[in-house]
Nanobody
Framework: QVQLVESGGGLVQAGGSLRLSCAAS????????MGWFRQPPGKDREFVAS????????YYKDSVKGRFTISRDNAKNTMYLQMNSLKPDDTAVYYC???????????????????WGQGTQVTVSS
């Protein structure tokens, strides 16, 4: 069983930066593909980024490419999302997620992941 806990959310002005962290428990963390999703207010949850088990391969939602960077440190059982040049449209609850179904594949839909964190709020003011 993997438990995921996000941290690092908060309020930031447009153009600012935040780094989200996702701490995972469980010895099999390093074998899972992982990702970040977000749910803007009043909207459906959407994919943001994914990373394979090794951290060598990543995939991003088009609107965050060049601004967000997903990474992981398997020795620390932690995944990160560095968010730069934040925009008001990035305002959402951000969720960390892990998939025991995939290792090298980069899942992009919610039903491909089977472990979820509780979420952390990111608010970007204009």
């Amino acid at each position: 069983q993997v438990q995921l806990v996000e941290s690092g959310g908060g309020l930031v002005q447009a153009g600012g930066s935040l780094r989200l962290s996702c701490a995972a428990s469980g010895r099999t963390f390093s074998s899972y593909a992982m990702g970040w999703f977000r749910q803007p207010p009043g909207k459906d949850r959407e994919f943001v980024a994914s990373i394979d088990w090794s951290g060598s391969n990543t995939y991003y939602k088009d609107s965050v490419k060049g601004r967000f960077t997903i990474s992981r440190d398997n020795a620390k059982n932690t995944m990160y999302l560095q968010m730069n040049s934040l925009k008001p449209d990035d305002t959402a609850v951000y969720y960390c997620t892990a998939s025991s179904l995939y290792r090298a594949v980069l899942p992009t839909t919610g039903n491909e992941y089977n472990h979820w964190g509780q979420g952390t709020q990111v608010t970007v003011s204009s």
